[in-house]
Nanobody
């Protein structure tokens, strides 16, 4: 079983950049496909990005494509989400998630972190 802890959230201005991290422990990190999801106030959780076990396959939501990048370090056991050109609508709690099978863009991941708040102001 893997434990996930997100960090890196905060309050930024529109146009700024932010990098989220998700530290994994308790199991071999490379066994898991990883994903980032977000949930804005009053809305459902939505897919942001996903990456396969060794990084060879990446999926990015259309709403963030060209601005967000997902990556992973299987030596440090960390998942990253680089967020550039942040917009007001990117404000949400961001969650990382792990899945023992192939990456998917639905929320059918087995393990979830507690989330980190990202707030974008004008």
């Amino acid at each position: 079983q893997v434990q996930l802890v997100e960090s890196g959230g905060g309050l930024v201005q529109a146009g700024d950049s932010l990098r989220l991290s998700c530290a994994a422990s308790g199991s071999t990190f490379s066994r898991y496909a990883m994903g980032w999801f977000r949930q804005a106030p009053g809305k459902e959780r939505t897919f942001v990005a996903a990456i396969s076990k060794y990084g060879g396959d990446i999926r990015i939501a259309a709403s963030v494509k060209g601005r967000f990048t997902i990556s992973r370090d299987n030596v440090k056991n960390i998942l990253y989400l680089q967020m550039n050109s942040l917009k007001l609508e990117d404000t949400a709690v961001y969650y990382c998630a792990a899945r023992r099978s192939v990456l998917v863009t639905t929320d059918s991941y087995e393990y979830w972190g507690q989330g980190t708040q990202v707030t974008v102001s004008s």
